[in-house]
């Protein structure tokens, strides 16, 4: 909900958002067994019709914030993103992406 704020995102539409995002639980069943419900904390549910434009809200800043990471080199395609380099050592470059 961060990140919708610091879009502007106010109001009607940042309460619709939240009410959509916050309080969702889960459980999983395998056969006749059934697990504990748990509550959702991140994410946006998948299949839903609001949930590729939220993506799109969590994600704007990440091309920007790659860009920034000297020799990595990145493409962004609906909710794919490739990471790639040339240089360095993965693990220098883990501790930079993270």
Partial sequence: ?????????????????????????????????????????????????????LFNVAMYQLPRRLAEVQGLKHAVCAEDVTVWTHQGSIESLTALVE
């Fill in 1 to 53: 909900m961060a990140k919708a704020r610091a879009l502007g995102i106010r109001g009607k539409m940042y309460n619709f958002i939240a009410g959509f995002l916050e309080g969702r639980s889960y459980h999983m069943e395998i056969g006749e067994n059934t697990s504990a419900v748990r509550i959702h904390f991140v994410g946006v549910p998948q299949g839903s019709v609001n949930s590729p434009s």
